[in-house]
């Protein structure tokens, strides 16, 4: 799940693209818990990034701990500038499908 979080990071959107294109499933569904409306496809999961990334210019993805079963996959994180990495954390569940990305449930902690 490292490419998960580098592809959230990537601000190269070419490379962010192809990044997806190998990793979600073209009918892959994001969940955010910030948005009523679900996020389905690359086109519109590379919009959420887009936005995220705009809000919060220089901040990047971190991995802390990751477990995984079948095919669900259980990621927490940090994210924020280097000088403060820890400043939004949070946990991402991923359904697979094989090794595609088919859904994702975004779940930010609150302080």
């Known amino acids: 799940m490292k490419k998960h979080l580098e592809i959230w ?3 190269d959107r070419q490379k962010r693209k192809q990044a997806i294109d190998e990793l979600y499933a073209e009918t892959c569904e994001v969940f955010d818990p ?7 496809g690359h086109d519109a999961l590379m919009g959420l990034i887009d ?6 210019p220089g901040f990047v993805f971190t991995k802390r701990q990751q ?14 500038p280097l000088d403060q990495p820890d400043a939004i954390t949070g ?9 595609l990305i088919q859904t994702l449930y975004i779940f930010i902690d609150h302080p």
């Open 9 to 11: 990071s990537e601000t």
């Open 34 to 40: 910030n948005y009523a409306d679900v996020f389905r």
């Open 51 to 56: 936005e995220v990334q705009s809000k919060f």
């Open 67 to 80: 477990d995984e079963h079948h095919n669900i996959v259980k990621l927490t994180w940090s994210f924020g």
């Open 91 to 99: 946990e991402d569940v991923f359904i697979m499908n094989g090794d």
